[in-house]
Protein backbone atom coordinates (compact mmCIF):
# COMPACT_ATOMS: atom_id res chain seq x y z
CA UNK A 1 0.00 0.00 0.00
CA UNK A 2 1.35 3.21 -1.39
CA UNK A 3 1.74 5.67 2.14
CA UNK A 4 2.80 8.69 1.00
CA UNK A 5 0.51 11.09 -1.80
CA UNK A 6 0.68 14.23 -3.35
CA UNK A 7 0.38 15.82 0.27
CA UNK A 8 3.90 15.03 1.11
CA UNK A 9 5.64 16.24 -2.30
CA UNK A 10 9.13 18.44 -1.14
CA UNK A 11 8.87 20.32 -4.15
CA UNK A 12 4.66 21.92 -2.18
CA UNK A 13 5.08 25.45 -1.75
CA UNK A 14 2.57 27.68 0.00
CA UNK A 15 1.32 31.03 -0.33
CA UNK A 16 1.55 31.43 3.25
CA UNK A 17 5.73 32.68 2.55
CA UNK A 18 6.73 31.53 6.45
CA UNK A 19 5.72 27.89 5.87
CA UNK A 20 8.77 28.09 2.68
CA UNK A 21 12.40 27.77 3.09
CA UNK A 22 12.86 24.28 5.33
CA UNK A 23 13.20 25.92 8.65
CA UNK A 24 9.91 25.98 10.11
CA UNK A 25 8.34 22.93 11.74
CA UNK A 26 5.30 23.23 9.93
CA UNK A 27 5.63 23.45 6.10
CA UNK A 28 2.27 22.67 3.86
CA UNK A 29 3.36 18.93 4.07
CA UNK A 30 2.75 18.83 8.16
CA UNK A 31 -0.56 20.22 8.44
CA UNK A 32 -1.22 19.60 12.11
CA UNK A 33 -4.38 20.17 14.28
CA UNK A 34 -4.38 21.80 17.39
CA UNK A 35 -7.47 23.67 19.73
CA UNK A 36 -6.43 27.47 20.04
CA UNK A 37 -7.72 30.88 20.61
CA UNK A 38 -6.12 34.45 20.40
CA UNK A 39 -4.36 35.10 23.58
CA UNK A 40 -6.23 36.63 26.04
CA UNK A 41 -9.40 36.58 24.63
CA UNK A 42 -13.12 35.03 25.60
CA UNK A 43 -13.11 33.81 22.25
CA UNK A 44 -14.18 30.23 22.02
CA UNK A 45 -11.87 27.20 21.42
CA UNK A 46 -11.61 25.52 18.16
CA UNK A 47 -9.61 23.86 16.08
CA UNK A 48 -6.55 25.08 14.26
CA UNK A 49 -4.13 23.72 11.72
CA UNK A 50 -0.35 25.38 11.31
CA UNK A 51 1.15 26.57 8.53
CA UNK A 52 4.52 28.06 8.90
CA UNK A 53 4.16 30.80 11.62
CA UNK A 54 0.01 30.90 11.13
CA UNK A 55 -2.80 28.97 12.19
CA UNK A 56 -5.74 28.47 10.17
CA UNK A 57 -8.48 29.10 12.41
CA UNK A 58 -11.16 25.78 10.63
CA UNK A 59 -14.04 27.45 12.46
CA UNK A 60 -13.56 31.06 9.89
CA UNK A 61 -12.61 28.61 7.22
CA UNK A 62 -15.32 26.57 6.84
CA UNK A 63 -17.71 29.62 7.50
CA UNK A 64 -15.76 31.10 4.25
CA UNK A 65 -16.77 27.92 2.49
CA UNK A 66 -13.28 26.95 1.35
CA UNK A 67 -13.75 23.27 2.03
CA UNK A 68 -16.26 20.79 0.00
CA UNK A 69 -17.19 17.17 -0.88
CA UNK A 70 -14.97 14.52 1.52
CA UNK A 71 -13.98 17.38 3.55
CA UNK A 72 -16.91 18.81 5.13
CA UNK A 73 -17.19 16.87 7.24
CA UNK A 74 -13.87 16.67 8.91
CA UNK A 75 -13.51 20.22 8.59
CA UNK A 76 -16.74 21.09 10.71
CA UNK A 77 -15.28 18.43 12.91
CA UNK A 78 -12.35 20.45 13.33
CA UNK A 79 -14.28 23.98 14.57
CA UNK A 80 -15.15 22.05 17.63
CA UNK A 81 -13.62 23.12 21.20
CA UNK A 82 -12.19 19.33 21.48
CA UNK A 83 -10.83 17.76 18.40
CA UNK A 84 -12.02 13.91 19.44
CA UNK A 85 -15.26 14.48 16.48
CA UNK A 86 -12.57 14.70 14.28
CA UNK A 87 -10.44 11.76 15.80
CA UNK A 88 -13.65 9.52 15.73
CA UNK A 89 -13.97 9.51 12.12
CA UNK A 90 -11.18 8.04 11.20
CA UNK A 91 -8.26 8.48 9.06
CA UNK A 92 -10.32 8.18 5.65
CA UNK A 93 -11.94 11.83 6.68
CA UNK A 94 -8.37 12.88 8.40
CA UNK A 95 -6.98 12.48 4.99
CA UNK A 96 -9.65 14.02 2.88
CA UNK A 97 -9.44 17.08 5.24
CA UNK A 98 -5.53 16.91 4.86
CA UNK A 99 -5.50 17.20 1.18
CA UNK A 100 -8.38 19.71 0.84
CA UNK A 101 -6.15 21.70 3.06
CA UNK A 102 -2.68 21.06 1.22
CA UNK A 103 -4.22 21.95 -2.17
CA UNK A 104 -6.12 25.45 -0.72
CA UNK A 105 -2.48 26.41 1.30
CA UNK A 106 -0.84 25.90 -2.20
CA UNK A 107 1.18 28.78 -3.87
CA UNK A 108 -1.86 29.45 -6.72
CA UNK A 109 -4.73 28.27 -4.66
CA UNK A 110 -8.14 30.33 -5.67
CA UNK A 111 -9.07 30.24 -2.29
CA UNK A 112 -5.60 32.03 -1.22
CA UNK A 113 -8.19 35.56 -0.70
CA UNK A 114 -10.46 34.02 1.11
CA UNK A 115 -8.17 32.08 3.49
CA UNK A 116 -5.91 34.49 3.96
CA UNK A 117 -8.54 36.61 6.27
CA UNK A 118 -8.48 32.93 8.38
CA UNK A 119 -4.95 32.85 9.34
CA UNK A 120 -3.93 33.84 12.95
CA UNK A 121 -0.51 35.00 14.13
CA UNK A 122 1.00 31.38 16.14
CA UNK A 123 2.17 34.14 18.30
CA UNK A 124 -1.10 35.44 19.27
CA UNK A 125 -2.53 32.26 19.96
CA UNK A 126 -3.28 30.24 23.32
CA UNK A 127 -3.89 26.59 23.24
CA UNK A 128 -5.83 24.18 25.12
CA UNK A 129 -5.74 20.47 25.42
CA UNK A 130 -6.62 19.57 22.18
CA UNK A 131 -8.79 16.41 23.00
CA UNK A 132 -11.03 15.30 26.01
CA UNK A 133 -8.70 12.55 26.78
CA UNK A 134 -11.06 9.98 28.46
CA UNK A 135 -8.17 7.26 29.46
CA UNK A 136 -4.20 7.90 29.23
CA UNK A 137 -2.44 4.78 29.02
CA UNK A 138 1.70 4.51 29.64
CA UNK A 139 3.65 2.22 28.18
CA UNK A 140 7.60 1.60 28.38
CA UNK A 141 8.52 0.89 25.31
CA UNK A 142 12.32 1.82 25.57
CA UNK A 143 14.42 -1.07 26.42
CA UNK A 144 17.10 0.87 27.24
CA UNK A 145 15.00 3.02 29.64
CA UNK A 146 13.55 -0.52 31.10
CA UNK A 147 17.61 -1.06 31.72
CA UNK A 148 18.89 1.66 33.23
CA UNK A 149 16.34 2.02 35.14
CA UNK A 150 15.79 -1.67 36.30
CA UNK A 151 19.50 -1.37 37.49
CA UNK A 152 18.60 1.39 40.47
CA UNK A 153 15.31 0.05 41.31
CA UNK A 154 16.57 -3.88 40.70
CA UNK A 155 20.74 -4.61 40.24
CA UNK A 156 19.92 -8.17 40.47
CA UNK A 157 17.67 -7.93 37.47
CA UNK A 158 17.50 -5.20 35.65
CA UNK A 159 15.37 -6.06 32.86
CA UNK A 160 12.53 -8.43 33.87
CA UNK A 161 11.80 -11.76 32.21
CA UNK A 162 8.36 -10.54 31.18
CA UNK A 163 9.90 -7.23 29.29
CA UNK A 164 11.01 -8.72 25.93
CA UNK A 165 7.58 -10.43 25.26
CA UNK A 166 5.13 -8.30 26.81
CA UNK A 167 4.66 -4.53 25.78
CA UNK A 168 4.32 -3.39 29.40
CA UNK A 169 1.77 -0.32 30.44
CA UNK A 170 -0.06 0.57 33.03
CA UNK A 171 -3.05 2.74 33.40
CA UNK A 172 -2.61 6.55 34.16
CA UNK A 173 -4.29 9.87 34.69
CA UNK A 174 -5.81 11.65 31.98
CA UNK A 175 -6.85 14.62 34.53
CA UNK A 176 -3.85 16.57 35.32
CA UNK A 177 -2.29 16.14 31.52
CA UNK A 178 -2.01 19.87 30.53
CA UNK A 179 -0.65 21.45 27.24
CA UNK A 180 2.23 23.16 27.03
CA UNK A 181 2.67 26.60 29.02
CA UNK A 182 2.22 24.08 32.00
CA UNK A 183 3.30 24.85 35.48
CA UNK A 184 2.81 22.73 38.40
CA UNK A 185 3.79 22.76 42.03
CA UNK A 186 5.70 20.13 43.10
CA UNK A 187 4.19 17.41 44.47
CA UNK A 188 4.17 16.12 47.94
CA UNK A 189 4.16 12.35 48.92
CA UNK A 190 4.89 9.64 51.05
CA UNK A 191 9.15 8.91 50.94
CA UNK A 192 10.34 6.31 52.81
CA UNK A 193 14.46 7.49 53.54
CA UNK A 194 16.60 4.63 53.48
CA UNK A 195 17.38 4.47 57.19
CA UNK A 196 14.35 5.53 58.51
CA UNK A 197 11.94 3.90 60.54
CA UNK A 198 8.52 5.04 58.98
CA UNK A 199 7.83 7.70 55.64
CA UNK A 200 7.23 11.39 56.22
CA UNK A 201 4.82 12.86 53.65
CA UNK A 202 7.22 15.53 51.98
CA UNK A 203 7.66 17.61 48.71
CA UNK A 204 9.15 15.59 45.90
CA UNK A 205 13.00 15.93 46.35
CA UNK A 206 13.36 14.05 43.39
CA UNK A 207 11.56 15.42 40.59
CA UNK A 208 12.09 14.07 37.14
CA UNK A 209 11.18 14.26 33.47
CA UNK A 210 10.27 11.57 31.19
CA UNK A 211 11.04 12.33 27.07
CA UNK A 212 7.79 10.37 25.74
CA UNK A 213 5.86 10.49 22.58
CA UNK A 214 2.33 10.54 23.21
CA UNK A 215 -0.22 8.65 20.66
CA UNK A 216 -3.92 10.04 20.40
CA UNK A 217 -6.70 6.68 19.31
CA UNK A 218 -8.73 8.24 16.08
CA UNK A 219 -11.12 5.76 15.08
CA UNK A 220 -12.62 3.70 18.24
CA UNK A 221 -12.74 -0.09 18.36
CA UNK A 222 -16.06 -1.87 20.38
CA UNK A 223 -15.28 -3.31 23.78
CA UNK A 224 -14.90 -7.01 23.37
CA UNK A 225 -13.21 -6.50 19.76
CA UNK A 226 -9.35 -6.55 19.42
CA UNK A 227 -7.68 -4.42 16.91
CA UNK A 228 -4.84 -7.12 14.90
CA UNK A 229 -1.88 -5.73 13.75
CA UNK A 230 -3.35 -5.30 10.14
CA UNK A 231 -5.61 -2.45 11.31
CA UNK A 232 -3.21 -1.29 14.30
CA UNK A 233 -2.08 1.74 12.25
CA UNK A 234 -5.73 3.21 11.05
CA UNK A 235 -6.80 3.80 14.84
CA UNK A 236 -4.25 6.43 15.21
CA UNK A 237 -4.59 10.07 14.70
CA UNK A 238 -1.16 11.55 15.39
CA UNK A 239 1.48 12.21 18.21
CA UNK A 240 2.63 14.92 20.41
CA UNK A 241 5.23 15.60 22.18
CA UNK A 242 4.83 14.17 26.07
CA UNK A 243 6.66 15.19 29.50
CA UNK A 244 5.53 12.53 31.90
CA UNK A 245 6.98 14.80 35.07
CA UNK A 246 7.66 11.77 37.71
CA UNK A 247 8.72 12.30 41.60
CA UNK A 248 11.01 9.34 41.44
CA UNK A 249 11.49 9.22 45.97
CA UNK A 250 7.51 8.89 45.96
CA UNK A 251 7.94 6.40 43.46
CA UNK A 252 10.81 4.45 44.89
CA UNK A 253 8.57 3.87 47.90
CA UNK A 254 4.69 3.15 46.70
CA UNK A 255 5.94 0.85 43.16
CA UNK A 256 5.43 -1.92 44.67
CA UNK A 257 3.33 -4.55 43.60
CA UNK A 258 0.47 -2.38 41.58
CA UNK A 259 3.40 0.14 39.92
CA UNK A 260 3.60 3.96 39.83
CA UNK A 261 0.72 5.93 41.30
CA UNK A 262 1.30 9.40 43.00
CA UNK A 263 4.81 9.57 41.94
CA UNK A 264 2.96 10.31 38.16
CA UNK A 265 -0.03 11.65 38.60
CA UNK A 266 0.14 15.30 39.56
CA UNK A 267 0.95 16.66 35.84
CA UNK A 268 2.04 15.56 32.37
CA UNK A 269 2.10 18.26 29.42
CA UNK A 270 1.62 17.56 25.36
CA UNK A 271 2.87 19.73 22.71
CA UNK A 272 -0.21 21.46 21.13
CA UNK A 273 0.16 20.49 17.95
CA UNK A 274 -1.12 16.49 16.58
CA UNK A 275 1.32 16.01 14.02
CA UNK A 276 -1.08 13.30 12.06
CA UNK A 277 -0.32 9.37 11.50
CA UNK A 278 -0.67 10.40 7.59
CA UNK A 279 1.68 13.60 8.47
CA UNK A 280 4.58 11.05 9.29
CA UNK A 281 4.43 8.39 6.49
CA UNK A 282 7.50 9.58 5.00
CA UNK A 283 9.41 8.96 8.68
CA UNK A 284 8.36 5.47 8.65
CA UNK A 285 10.89 3.16 9.01
CA UNK A 286 11.90 -0.95 9.15
CA UNK A 287 11.48 -2.65 13.16
CA UNK A 288 13.07 -5.36 14.38
CA UNK A 289 14.21 -6.72 17.70
CA UNK A 290 17.85 -7.84 18.03
CA UNK A 291 18.68 -10.94 16.40
CA UNK A 292 18.68 -13.20 19.64
CA UNK A 293 16.01 -11.16 21.66
CA UNK A 294 12.31 -13.58 21.37
CA UNK A 295 10.38 -12.21 18.28
CA UNK A 296 6.90 -10.73 19.13
CA UNK A 297 4.27 -13.19 19.30
CA UNK A 298 2.01 -13.54 16.25
CA UNK A 299 -0.65 -11.06 17.44
CA UNK A 300 2.15 -8.45 17.75
CA UNK A 301 3.94 -9.43 14.71
CA UNK A 302 3.17 -8.13 10.77
CA UNK A 303 5.11 -7.89 7.54
CA UNK A 304 3.74 -3.54 7.41
CA UNK A 305 5.40 -3.32 10.96
CA UNK A 306 8.44 -4.69 10.60
CA UNK A 307 8.92 -3.05 7.06
CA UNK A 308 7.52 0.45 8.36
CA UNK A 309 6.19 0.17 11.98
CA UNK A 310 9.24 2.21 13.85
CA UNK A 311 9.00 6.16 13.38
CA UNK A 312 12.24 8.30 12.60
CA UNK A 313 11.37 11.30 14.96
CA UNK A 314 14.59 12.98 16.27
CA UNK A 315 13.84 14.18 19.93
CA UNK A 316 15.48 16.53 22.38
CA UNK A 317 14.81 17.64 25.89
CA UNK A 318 16.23 20.90 26.81
CA UNK A 319 16.30 22.83 30.21
CA UNK A 320 16.48 26.61 31.11
CA UNK A 321 16.96 27.04 35.24
CA UNK A 322 15.91 30.20 36.69
CA UNK A 323 19.21 31.81 36.26
CA UNK A 324 19.78 31.36 32.95
CA UNK A 325 16.61 32.76 32.42
CA UNK A 326 17.95 35.89 34.45
CA UNK A 327 20.91 36.15 32.25
CA UNK A 328 19.14 35.65 29.06
CA UNK A 329 20.90 32.17 28.34
CA UNK A 330 18.98 29.92 25.83
CA UNK A 331 17.54 26.66 26.92
CA UNK A 332 20.96 23.86 27.07
CA UNK A 333 20.22 20.47 26.26
CA UNK A 334 19.60 17.24 28.56
CA UNK A 335 19.25 14.76 25.83
CA UNK A 336 18.63 13.49 22.49
CA UNK A 337 17.27 10.96 21.14
CA UNK A 338 14.81 8.86 18.47
CA UNK A 339 11.97 7.27 18.71
CA UNK A 340 13.10 4.59 16.23
CA UNK A 341 14.86 3.02 19.55
CA UNK A 342 11.66 2.08 20.46
CA UNK A 343 11.46 -1.58 21.68
CA UNK A 344 7.58 -2.30 20.47
CA UNK A 345 6.05 0.55 18.11
CA UNK A 346 3.01 2.52 18.25
CA UNK A 347 1.09 -0.42 16.43
CA UNK A 348 2.04 -2.76 18.91
CA UNK A 349 1.01 -0.58 21.64
CA UNK A 350 -2.23 -0.58 20.33
CA UNK A 351 -3.06 -3.78 19.18
CA UNK A 352 -1.95 -5.39 22.59
CA UNK A 353 -3.72 -2.67 24.69
CA UNK A 354 -7.16 -4.05 22.68
CA UNK A 355 -6.32 -8.02 22.76
CA UNK A 356 -8.11 -8.61 25.83
CA UNK A 357 -11.35 -6.64 24.40
CA UNK A 358 -10.86 -3.39 25.76
CA UNK A 359 -12.28 -0.53 23.74
CA UNK A 360 -9.93 2.25 23.00
CA UNK A 361 -11.87 5.83 22.54
CA UNK A 362 -11.14 8.63 20.06
CA UNK A 363 -9.01 11.27 21.96
CA UNK A 364 -7.20 8.26 24.13
CA UNK A 365 -3.94 9.11 25.19
CA UNK A 366 -1.11 6.13 24.68
CA UNK A 367 2.31 7.11 26.12
CA UNK A 368 5.59 5.42 24.34
CA UNK A 369 7.26 5.79 28.07
CA UNK A 370 10.37 7.42 28.26
CA UNK A 371 12.84 7.03 25.03
CA UNK A 372 15.87 6.54 26.04
CA UNK A 373 18.01 5.60 23.25
CA UNK A 374 21.42 3.22 23.59
CA UNK A 375 23.75 5.51 24.76
CA UNK A 376 24.07 7.85 27.92
CA UNK A 377 23.56 10.73 26.42
CA UNK A 378 20.41 9.63 24.67
CA UNK A 379 19.06 8.47 27.93
CA UNK A 380 15.67 10.85 28.21
CA UNK A 381 14.98 11.33 32.03
CA UNK A 382 17.46 12.86 35.19
CA UNK A 383 17.84 9.64 37.44
CA UNK A 384 19.41 8.36 34.11
CA UNK A 385 21.58 11.03 32.75
CA UNK A 386 22.81 11.60 37.02
CA UNK A 387 22.93 7.25 37.25
CA UNK A 388 20.36 8.01 40.16
CA UNK A 389 21.70 10.87 41.34
CA UNK A 390 25.25 10.30 41.73
CA UNK A 391 26.78 12.33 39.10
CA UNK A 392 25.16 15.68 38.40
CA UNK A 393 24.31 17.35 35.05
CA UNK A 394 26.74 20.34 34.40
CA UNK A 395 24.69 23.34 32.59
CA UNK A 396 26.03 26.95 31.31
CA UNK A 397 27.02 29.27 33.96
CA UNK A 398 28.14 26.68 35.70
CA UNK A 399 25.19 25.40 37.52
CA UNK A 400 24.37 21.47 37.72
CA UNK A 401 21.09 19.63 38.26
CA UNK A 402 20.87 16.12 39.83
CA UNK A 403 16.67 16.44 39.71
CA UNK A 404 14.46 19.23 38.97
CA UNK A 405 14.70 22.75 41.18
CA UNK A 406 11.83 24.90 42.06
CA UNK A 407 11.93 27.61 38.52
CA UNK A 408 13.09 25.06 36.28
CA UNK A 409 11.12 24.87 32.75
CA UNK A 410 12.19 21.86 30.43
CA UNK A 411 11.39 22.15 26.90
CA UNK A 412 10.78 18.87 24.93
CA UNK A 413 11.63 19.61 20.99
CA UNK A 414 11.23 17.12 18.13
CA UNK A 415 11.14 16.60 14.16
CA UNK A 416 11.66 14.75 11.16
CA UNK A 417 14.23 14.59 8.35
CA UNK A 418 15.36 12.46 5.19
CA UNK A 419 16.68 12.97 1.84
CA UNK A 420 13.48 13.27 -0.67
CA UNK A 421 10.93 14.41 2.46
CA UNK A 422 10.28 17.72 3.31
CA UNK A 423 11.46 18.48 7.11
CA UNK A 424 8.64 18.47 9.81
CA UNK A 425 8.68 18.93 13.53
CA UNK A 426 6.49 19.37 16.64
CA UNK A 427 7.16 22.40 17.85
CA UNK A 428 7.28 22.48 21.00
CA UNK A 429 6.09 21.29 24.78
CA UNK A 430 7.04 23.75 27.60
CA UNK A 431 6.91 23.07 31.17
CA UNK A 432 7.68 24.70 34.45
CA UNK A 433 8.43 23.64 38.09
CA UNK A 434 6.77 25.74 40.77
CA UNK A 435 7.46 25.83 44.47
CA UNK A 436 5.63 22.71 46.94
CA UNK A 437 2.02 24.63 48.41
CA UNK A 438 2.94 24.85 51.80
CA UNK A 439 2.30 21.46 53.56
CA UNK A 440 0.37 23.49 56.78
CA UNK A 441 -2.18 23.33 53.60
CA UNK A 442 -2.75 19.83 53.84
CA UNK A 443 -5.17 18.72 56.52
CA1 LIG B 1 6.02 7.64 31.72
Known amino acids: MPITNETHDPKLRSWVESANGG ?41 AGVFEGAALAPAHAATESTLNHLMRLGQPASAALRLALSRVLRTGAAQQAALQACLVPQAEAEYAVPAHIGDYTDFYTSIHHATNIGKQFRPDSPLLPNYQWVPIGYHGRSSSIGVSGQAFHRPHGQVMAPSAAAPTLQPCARLDIELEMGVFIGAPNA ?39 LSKNFASTISPWIVTWEALAPFRTAFAHPAGDPQPLPYLNHPDNAAEGALNIELQALIQTPAMRQAGTAPARLCQTNYRHAYWTAAQMVAHHTVGGCNLQAGDLLGTGTLSGPTLDSACALIELTEGGKRPVQLPGGEQRTWLQDGDTVVLRGWCEKAGAARIGFGECVGTVLPAKSALHID
Open 23 to 63: STDFPIQNLPFAVFRRQGSNQAWRGGVAIGAHIVDMAAAVA
Open 223 to 261: LGEPVGMTQAPDHIFGLVLFNDWSARDIQGWEYQPLGPF
